[in-house]
């Protein structure tokens, strides 16, 4: 008799009684994802309701994006827990193993595995044709999401639904008609990312985050193991340590830390930012009773984020990403619709570049002027100074709770998690620059460090100066 233990952990326990019809899985590397899923595979398959002749027929599709890490990962992990002894791989085309052992209920289990890569046209034709009960993708940020439509359309077809002729109901079909899937944490680009972690997951989609085997200690700047890790009791002694030496922060922060990451081509401007303590996991509304404010970032291309101080902290609740056009479009056409549908009768305070009261060529108008005229209350910020409008931000970052972003707001995400950047001097000496590089991140998170100021150090303007404007205030 082979005996195999298996004793989930407390997130892949909640993975497993979800009934949502496409389940998964997310963590850093070695927190027992792969084998979570196979047991579920094996769980189903066993609940699978059983013929007239009390057979449980059930088949699985196990999916990874090429065949060498198909055959050299996960056919390794499925063969850990069910060995050739009971499901022997068969390696003719298509992969695939089937196992059939007697229930204690006196019912037959007979589970059938399709192993399938999909690194070649013809893998891609033969998921194209495959009558699946439901299936696993593994390492789902290799995979495209055209794979993950057609995938959708194959199961649920095995075994065959029966009905009644005279009712219509149905007598007899597949019981668990699912999709699940582990992964690292994708790239903020990733389909993964707009679909799960954007605080607007389709229904019937569910996502479950394990804990981060490493954490960002802001006191210490240094990355400390986390005492709350799963799986820690199946790896090797100093299995994560061993990996934080020498790895780039990109690794750490994707694959030990469990953050979404992005290709970085520079030094993050603000690396304590994480998104598992800063990042809220439910979209964020405006709360009554406290004012909100709106950092602005003018230029070329306008970008606002909006948000509100409270006792705990600021909560960024909505972005408006830079545009390409004047203050006065970007203002009609995005900013005030936005504030009439999801903050009417708030009081809103614009915090914007000091800089803009500088008067335009043409109009002789500042940007201050351009806000006030649409009815939007607005000063300069306390000041211009990148040195403190980063150390502004950090306070934020490093006190508990004091700095909370809506999940919908992925630009700004992006730009903490490696889209705001120093970048590279182009003499190739590795050093960095003292600003940060501007691109389509650097507006956005402008626009929050004005933000902050307004929240901490209140505006940089002078009650005179804007008492002698003609101009009545208007809250939007």
Known sequence: MITKEYHAEPTLTRFHLSESVFKYVEGPVGSGKSTGCIMDLLRMGMEQQPDEHGVRYSRWGIIRATNPQLRSTTIKTFEMWVPPE??????????SAKMRQRLSDGTIADIEFVFLA???????????????????????????HTHIETLQGRIGRYPQTRKDPATKKTLYGPTHVKIIMDSNPPKTTHWIYSTFHTGQIPEGYEIFIQPSAVYWDAETEKWLMNPDAENLSHLPDGYYERQLKG?????????LAGECGMTVAGKPVFPSYSERRHVATVKLNPIRGYPVIA???FGLMPAVILGQLTHKGFRVTDELPAS????????????????????PGYPIIGSGDPAGRGRSGLDKRTPFDVLIAAGIKAFPAYTNNFITR???????????????????????REGFAGGYIYKLQRNNSGNH?????????????????????QAKYGS???????DSTPKKYLYA
């Open 460 to 466: 940089g303007a002078t009650k005179k100066e804007y």
């Open 390 to 412: 980063k150390e502004t931000v950090e306070w934020f970052l490093k006190r508990d709770e004091g700095l909370l972003i809506s999940p919908h707001c992925t630009v700004l």
């Open 433 to 453: 620059s003292e600003r940060p590089d501007k691109n389509e991140y650097s507006h956005p998170m402008d626009a929050l460090q004005y933000a902050l100021l």
């Open 118 to 144: 999909l690194d070649e046209p013809e893998d891609i034709r033969k998921l194209t044709s495959l009558e699946l009960t439901g299936a696993y993708v593994n390492e789902g940020r290799e995979i495209d």
């Open 86 to 95: 009971i499901a022997p791989v068969v390696y003719t085309a298509p992969v």
């Open 295 to 297: 950092g602005i970032d």
């Open 247 to 255: 790895a780039t922060d990109e690794y750490i922060r994707v694959m």
């Open 324 to 343: 390409d056009e004047s203050l006065e479009d970007f203002i009609a056409e995005y900013l005030k619709p936005l504030l009439q549908q999801r903050y």
